[in-house]
């Protein structure tokens, strides 16, 4: 009894109004991306009148559209921005915390990196370095942006993007030497994008900066999507072939633990793999 007059209680307080037109939003899945008034209607058991009333405030404030001729409703654009803002606070900083503190752990005096890639820009989100290591990747801070073809990260993003808008890329931005041992030649580029795509990740030797070499694999979201890919960076000759397999494994495990703790995401516009 004490539960439900305390479940009476709580429900005084809902606006009725509101919560029917909340029902109205909702009665739209991807199932079904169109109703009519009648439609609506009858799935919410709401009368026409009030439907029609709720479905023309929700039209003038951008939440639903109405199209004349087949007299369909459907959701509006003010949705795609919340939903925008939404993902915008949603931190993949956050989730890819733990796995990127545990990738430190094994990798001792190296530099973790989390990176995305907007606009045909590779963008730094987050690094992480040992406290306690003197060598530090000053050129490589949160939030920096780099050109799309930038080391490891670029390597990964071209790699696993539709190959149309890579060459769209690669046209817009020409390969430019950032170090010595830059690649230039569109050709080698190009297959190397292939081996990246086959092993899973990418080796970039020295071809951001003298000395420095990196190592990237990417995140991928519940779509098939690359959201964002993680990498270590280290000097070359700290590394041999055996440290340098153990580097390949480690980062490739990280990127498939982040990858599973975004298994329920799904982002349009990501970038989607693509068969070589």
């Not at 023309?56 to 919340?82: I, P, Q, R």
């Not at 963008?123 to 306690?132: G, L, N, Q, T, V």
């Amino acid at each position: 009894m004490e539960f439900h007059m305390k479940n009476k209680l709580e429900r005084s307080f809902l606006n009725q109004s509101l919560e029917r037109a909340l029902q109205i939003l909702c009665a739209f899945t991807f199932d079904t991306q169109k109703l009519t008034l009648t439609e609506l209607s009858n799935k919410l058991e709401i009368p026409k009148t009030t439907t029609y009333r709720l479905a023309s405030t929700l039209m003038d404030c951008g939440f639903l559209t109405h199209d004349e001729t087949t007299k369909h409703y459907s959701l509006g654009l003010k949705l795609m921005e919340l939903g925008s803002i939404v993902y915008d606070s949603f931190s993949l900083r956050h989730i890819a915390s733990p796995a990127l503190n545990e990738l430190l752990a094994k990798m001792g005096n190296k530099a973790v990196f989390l990176a995305i890639f907007r606009n045909d820009e590779v963008i730094y989100i987050d690094k992480k370095e040992d406290p306690r290591n003197p060598i530090k990747f000053a050129t490589t801070e949160v939030g920096r942006h780099r050109p799309p073809y930038f080391g490891m990260f670029g390597k990964v993003f071209l790699a696993f993007m539709a190959e149309e808008e890579s060459d769209r890329i690669l046209r817009q931005h020409s390969l430019t030497a950032i170090a010595k041992r830059s690649i230039t030649d569109i050709g080698l580029y190009k297959a190397q994008l292939c081996e990246v795509r086959e092993e899973g990740y990418a080796f970039d030797n020295e071809g951001a900066f003298d000395g420095i070499s990196g190592i990237a694999s990417p995140i991928w979201d519940a779509g098939g999507n690359v959201l964002a890919a993680v990498g270590v960076g280290f000097i070359s000759s700290s590394v041999d072939d055996v440290s340098e397999h153990y580097v390949i494994e480690s980062v490739k495990e990280a990127a498939r633990i982040i990858s599973e703790q975004l298994s329920c995401i799904m982002i349009p516009g990501t970038v989607k793999r693509r068969i070589c």
